[in-house]
Nanobody, 125 residues
């Protein structure tokens, strides 16, 4: 089974940056899409970004409209670590952020079978 450990959250002022990391127990993610979702208190999980390998040293990346231009997802060459670089953070970005892995991937949480424990991101004004 795939196990994911996500980290990197914290408290940051509006306009600041954070980098989230997700480390997988699997040595390779050749067949897995990786994604980031977030969940604010009292709200449903929201898609943030996703990525998957398309070839050696190459992968695609997609982000939700709400974070495009501010957040960027990427992964290392081994395919066992995925990152979410968050810039120009806004108070509305405050949420628990979850790393996810799945064979289907995409923008729906149903495309992911494995989830990290989540890391809290709090953006103050």
């Amino acid at each position: 089974q795939v196990q994911l450990v996500d980290s990197g959250g914290g408290l940051v002022q509006a306009g600041g940056s954070l980098r989230l990391s997700c480390v997988a127990s699997e040595r390779t993610f050749s067949n897995y899409a990786m994604g980031w979702f977030r969940q604010a208190p009292g709200k449903e999980r929201e898609f943030v970004a996703t990525t998957r390998w398309t070839g050696a040293y190459q992968y695609n990346a997609e982000s939700a409209d709400s974070v495009k231009g501010r957040f960027r997802i990427w992964r290392d060459n081994a395919g066992n670590t995925v990152y979410l670089q968050m810039n120009s953070l806004k108070p509305e970005d405050t949420a628990i952020y979850y790393c996810a892995a799945g064979l289907r991937g995409g923008s729906s949480y149903s495309g992911y079978a494995y989830w990290g424990q989540g890391t809290q991101v709090t953006v103050s004004s």
